[in-house]
């Protein structure tokens, strides 16, 4: 009857750790079940580095001992996460003469650091360093690295290059004056230069301006524009803006440039610019005077019909004339209405047997008229 008993009890047990153990497998299968089921990709990715992108599109520009340094900040880090706050750059440059695509960190040389936001636009002034202000042209290669907060690098942006040695004369003394022809410009010349040339930036003042066309081409005039003068063998110190229209206001700057060729690359050394002045070119200059004028009689209508060639200037509005009365001795006046005509008139107000005596006047839209021309004289037949 014990042993009965014991039996039970042992088979019991059994069947207790046979249960227990197939819900450990049970449980261990449902987990593994799960596990797969969650979408897990391949094995898990080590957090990022947080290292931003490098930049690509650094491009650079010499005036006088500085360099300008512009490019696009990058979004991302390399691992495609957006960058959070501003991002530190480090900028340097290679010895003379380096060859794209060869940058070295250890020969590449500091030129400075600073912060900047992701994904805009930025901008960067440094020194030019002083060994390369001076001597034979050569072409220097700058570059930015975007640092994380370890002081690690992803890799320097493209090469930017500028050039070395002494930048050409600051542009000084700048003077504008209104002509007929156009905006005159004077500054102080300087020592003459191969590959130099003065270059002019031309900016329409006020939105009011833009609204008067060119009456040449009934366009309204450029905002901005860059012109050049060569320096190469002459500097003239002064020059004629013939595009700048009359009765608009212009702002101008003027800088000297020095345009060579370095190892292989074209850059500009530019230098320092004059201060910006602007003109009020209001035009009061009047048209040239009408050339050609002559009268014929003409007896059956009894009138006396005058003609001229026609005047070149842009904005003529039209022609006055003038007669005298050579027969009753009576002073030039004008016989025209108080409306200007086109380059023909016809005196229907003469009297057989009497001389006269014409002129012509030239008028522009501003109201500016021209001296009158030489007189023509014909008599009127009875």
């Not at 833009?210 to 060569?230: H, I, R």
């Not at 004059?274 to 050339?291: G, L, N, R």
């Not at 003038?322 to 003469?350: H, W």
């Amino acid at each position: 009857m014990v042993q009965a008993e014991l039996a039970t009890r042992t088979g019991a047990t059994a069947r207790r750790r046979r249960e227990a153990t197939g819900a450990i497998l049970a449980t261990a299968v449902t987990g593994l079940v799960l596990l797969t089921g969650c979408g897990v990709a391949g094995n898990p990715q080590p957090p990022t580095l947080w290292l931003p992108a490098p930049v690509k599109d650094l491009s650079a520009t010499r005036v006088a001992n500085s360099v300008h340094l512009h490019w696009t900040m990058p979004k991302n880090t390399t691992d495609k996460v957006a960058l959070k706050g501003d991002q530190r750059g480090h900028f340097c440059w290679e010895p003379v003469g380096g060859v794209a695509g060869k940058f070295d960190a250890k020969s590449c040389q500091a030129a400075g650091d600073e912060m900047f936001i992701p994904g805009k636009p930025a901008d960067c002034t440094v020194p030019l360093p002083t060994e390369l202000t001076s001597g034979t042209a050569r072409a220097a290669a700058f570059y930015l690295e975007l640092q994380n907060h370890a002081g690690k690098t992803a890799g320097p942006s493209n090469a930017a290059w500028v050039p070395s040695g002494v930048a050409p004369p600051d542009a000084t003394g700048l003077q504008l004056e209104a002509s007929a022809a156009g905006v005159v410009l004077h500054w102080q010349p300087a020592a003459v230069q191969a590959g130099m040339v003065l270059r002019i930036h031309r900016e329409l003042v006020g939105a009011q301006n833009a609204a008067k066309p060119d009456q040449t081409q009934g366009l309204p005039p450029p905002q901005q524009q860059t012109l050049e003068v060569d320096l190469a063998k002459t500097d003239p110190g002064g020059a004629v803006d013939s595009d700048a229209l009359l009765d608009h206001s212009w702002k101008y700057k003027v800088e000297r440039v020095l345009k060579i060729q370095a190892d292989g690359h074209a850059l500009e050394i530019v230098g320092r610019p004059s201060d910006t002045v602007t003109i009020d070119a209001k035009d009061v200059f009047p048209p040239a005077v009408p050339a050609g004028v002559a009268v014929v009689a003409d007896a059956q209508a009894q009138a006396m019909d005058l003609s001229w060639t026609p005047d070149t200037d842009a904005d003529i509005a039209g022609y006055i004339v003038y007669r005298r009365d050579e027969t009753t001795g009576n002073p030039l006046e004008r016989i025209t209405p108080k409306t200007l005509v086109p380059p023909s008139y016809s005196d229907a107000k003469v009297i057989a047997g009497h001389k006269y005596a014409y002129a012509v006047s030239a008028v522009d839209e501003d109201g500016n008229e021209s001296a009158k021309s030489a007189e023509v004289e014909e008599e009127m037949p009875q």
